[in-house]
């Protein structure tokens, strides 16, 4: 069965709801999802009064797990458009991977979080993307088969490059049901393809 790997960073749970999402998706396709969480960057004091979620559930990811699967999709909150300091720094460390063109050929995904509607979702995406492309995988985003990217009636998330949320200036909004549906629309995306490929 394809493995999915659900990798991401979340400062406050947005993310991480996402991410919960899109392994649903996965596991509705018929795939095995795994959730894991990159390393937490800030010091734990700072951390704390910046309030950020610091009870997740998902274990900490390694680099040199990632060969172990078929499809792995990112996700993480925006920094000025693009992806965040934790997410880069465990990115940063794949470069044995690139060498060995370790994970070539495997499918990848994005999907992100936003303090506002034009915060840099489809930015941020993409600087998840271009790391996914340098290491040799195939690339999933969010079609337009899940309708609701085409609906105005409601703030909302999502884009073509991979499913969004938006966290709120002030992160008191969680992700809406449209967000998360998007999620779970780009995991099964994900999953049919692995399973397509990898069996």
């Not at 499918?107 to 034009?118: L, R, V």
Request: with cysteine; hydrophobic share 40%.
């Amino acid at each position: 069965m394809a493995k999915v790997l659900v990798l991401y960073y979340s400062s406050y749970g947005h993310v991480e709801a996402m991410a919960k999402a899109f392994a649903e998706g996965v596991r509705a396709a018929g795939a095995e999802a795994v959730v894991k969480r990159v390393p937490e960057t800030v010091p734990e004091e700072v951390a704390r009064k910046s309030n950020f979620k610091l009870d997740q559930d998902a274990p900490i990811a390694t680099v040199d797990e990632l060969e172990g699967y078929d499809a792995i999709a990112l996700g993480t909150g925006t920094r000025y458009g693009r992806l965040s300091a934790q997410m880069a720094s465990f990115l940063d460390q794949t470069g044995g991977l690139w060498q060995r063109g370790a994970l070539n050929g495997k499918i990848g995904a994005a999907f992100t979080s936003t303090a506002s509607q034009h915060g840099g979702q489809e930015t941020t995406a993409l600087s998840l993307i271009t790391n996914l492309l340098h290491l040799g995988l195939v690339i999933v985003g969010l079609p337009y088969s899940y309708k609701p990217l085409t609906e105005i009636d409601e703030v909302a998330g999502g884009t073509p490059y991979g499913a969004s949320t938006i966290a709120g200036s002030d992160g008191a909004r969680q992700p809406s049901e449209i967000d998360l549906g998007g999620a779970r629309h780009q995991g099964e995306c994900v999953a049919r393809l692995a399973l397509k490929v990898f069996g």
